[in-house]
């Protein structure tokens, strides 16, 4: 449904108009004049505005100028009885979106109006995710206060600094999961002079090998069995760009080459084609593995892990970063309880004790995943240290740690307890669903590298839960 306001001087046409489209449940507003639609878009600007050329006391051309002045988005139909090419050329260089010739049906006038309103509503979700997209690449969300997190700011800062037009040298993010690595592979696009132009992100152990390739290099019609329309390639669609590669140590051996060609001279061919393309982008690539292993084992090449590392970035585990476990949790606790609307709920002195004390094997992803888990489940107030799936372990009960995190009464407390409840989480979990790891995962909110740690320290075999 839209607001529309009519502005023309035939109240017949404007009545049945009004009273036609609002049976399509659209809100009508009409106007005889100039005067009074220039009054009636200030006291409520509408989402579309039909407009007379011919008012009695001025012409269309100059109204728009006038709407323009008070609201540059808002659509406009001109609609005229005297059409023309000059009228047309005049009214679109005014401002208006269309031009309808009189007379005019009211079903085309209501189709031209939904044209409208969509492409409004597409503009406006673009706009959303093109400022959220930029959000989400500010320094900004790097949360953490710890001299690791800026560290790594300053270094991100430096390398989305670098300019050298084309072919920028490329970058590789290293760390364990759940460390942050596309965040940080957002910023480094975000805060540069390209951070109008595309992001694009891929995950290489997301996509089967055989369709890898097409995705990466595009194809021409014909190109396989499958193949019926030409296909432009992510290489293509972040021209100008970023291209982001994550889990780079799982791209095939087959296509590394032609990865490390693109690097190199920005040059590649489609699947199908003989004519070489050039692209001028910036290539990112993460991974948590062990790259020279990979090397050792034939499954790297070494050209073109010493390509991507020319600029590296190390992620830093959570458990090096001091203080700023607890500065996330209370940062999700916010986020997490806006979301579910319990804005009232806050950790308790024990819980915070508990995450400053926990060693965050998972990382940021683990504790994203507890605290979010524990403010679905949270039916008090206080999120207390029995809510997390989480406990001390004896190497991490340090009281500096508890001080420097700016938590209350950092003496000492048992874990039995907590020790007992997390084992009979896990142990039911993997009873409902027969030893199943990846869905006992999902059922308890917590990463399957999270469950397997905990499962280890607790000395549970998935194999004995299945039928």
């Known amino acids: 449904m839209a607001s529309?306001?009519?502005?023309?001087?035939?109240?017949?046409?404007?009545?049945?108009?009004?009273?036609?489209?609002?049976?399509?449940?659209?809100?009508?507003?009409t106007a005889g004049t100039a005067a009074d639609g220039i009054e009636a878009i200030k006291a409520s600007p509408p989402d579309i505005v039909v407009l007379d050329y011919k008012l009695p006391d001025m012409d269309g051309l100059a109204v728009i100028s006038q709407i323009r002045e008070l609201n540059a988005d808002i659509p406009i139909i001109?609609?005229?009885?005297?059409?023309?090419?000059?009228?047309?050329?005049?009214?679109?260089?005014?401002?208006?979106?269309?031009?309808?010739?009189?007379?005019?049906?009211?079903?085309?006038?209501?189709?031209?109006?939904?044209?409208?309103?969509?492409?409004?509503?597409?503009?406006?979700?673009?706009?959303?995710?093109?400022?959220?997209?930029?959000?989400?690449?500010?320094?900004?969300?790097?949360?953490?206060?710890?001299?690791?997190?800026?560290?790594?700011?300053?270094t991100i800062s430096k390398i989305a600094g670098i300019n050298t037009g084309d072919n920028l040298p490329p970058?590789?993010?290293?760390?364990?999961?759940?460390?942050?690595?596309?965040?940080i592979a957002r910023s480094c696009h975000f805060c540069s002079s390209r951070s109008e132009k595309p992001f694009i992100e891929v995950n290489c152990a997301s996509i089967p090998e055989n369709l890898l390739e097409s995705e990466l290099l595009g194809h021409e019609r014909g190109a396989f069995t499958d193949a019926k329309e030409r296909k432009i390639g992510l290489f293509e669609a972040a021209d100008g760009g970023t291209l982001f590669l994550d889990e780079i140590g799982e791209m095939p051996q087959s296509l590394q080459a032609k990865l490390?060609?693109?690097?190199?001279?920005?040059?590649?061919?489609?699947?199908?084609?003989?004519?070489?393309?050039?692209?001028?982008?910036?290539?990112?690539?993460?991974?948590?593995?062990?790259?020279?292993?990979?090397?050792?084992?034939?499954?790297?090449?070494?050209?073109?892990?010493?390509?991507?590392?020319?600029?590296?970035?190390?992620?830093?585990?959570?458990?090096?970063?001091?203080?700023?476990?607890?500065?996330?949790?209370?940062?999700?606790?916010?986020?997490?309880?806006?979301r579910y609307r319990k804005t009232s709920l806050k950790f308790s002195d024990e819980a915070e004790r508990s995450i400053v004390l926990h060693s965050w094997p998972g990382n940021v992803r683990e504790l994203r995943n507890v605290v979010e888990q524990a403010v679905l489940l949270a039916d008090v107030l206080n999120i207390g240290p029995n809510d997390l799936l989480i406990h001390p372990?004896?190497?991490?009960?340090?009281?500096?740690?508890?001080?420097?995190?700016?938590?209350?009464?950092?003496?000492?407390?048992?874990?039995?307890?907590?020790?007992?409840?997390?084992?009979?989480?896990?142990?039911?979990?993997?009873?409902e669903t027969k030893g199943n790891v990846s869905k006992?995962?999902?059922?308890?909110?917590?990463?399957r590298d999270t469950l397997r740690y905990r499962m280890e320290k607790h000395k549970i075999n998935s194999a004995s839960f299945a039928d």
């Open 4 to 29: 529309i306001l009519i502005i023309d001087d035939e109240l017949v046409f404007a009545k049945n108009a009004a009273k036609f489209l609002d049976k399509s449940n659209h809100n009508v507003m």
């Open 78 to 154: 001109m609609i005229t009885g005297h059409g023309s090419i000059t009228l047309a050329v005049n009214a679109i260089k005014a401002g208006a979106n269309d031009l309808m010739t009189k007379p005019i049906a009211l079903g085309d006038l209501r189709e031209r109006i939904n044209q409208l309103s969509q492409r409004q509503l597409e503009s406006a979700r673009l706009k959303y995710y093109e400022a959220r997209e930029q959000s989400l690449g500010s320094l900004n969300e790097i949360v953490g206060s710890s001299q690791a997190i800026l560290n790594l700011k300053k």
């Open 171 to 183: 970058v590789l993010i290293i760390g364990e999961t759940g460390t942050g690595k596309e965040l």
């Open 260 to 338: 490390l060609r693109v690097i190199e001279d920005g040059r590649f061919r489609r699947l199908g084609s003989v004519q070489e393309r050039h692209v001028n982008l910036q290539i990112i690539t993460a991974t948590n593995q062990n790259l020279e292993m990979r090397i050792s084992q034939g499954l790297f090449r070494a050209d073109l892990y010493f390509r991507l590392r020319v600029l590296q970035i190390s992620a830093p585990p959570l458990r090096e970063r001091e203080g700023d476990a607890l500065l996330l949790a209370r940062h999700f606790l916010d986020i997490f309880s806006h």
């Open 393 to 431: 372990t004896s190497e991490t009960q340090n009281e500096s740690l508890l001080h420097k995190s700016g938590v209350k009464n950092p003496e000492y407390f048992g874990e039995s307890s907590l020790d007992q409840m997390e084992r009979k989480l896990l142990n039911n979990a993997l009873i």
């Open 440 to 447: 006992a995962a999902v059922l308890l909110g917590i990463s």
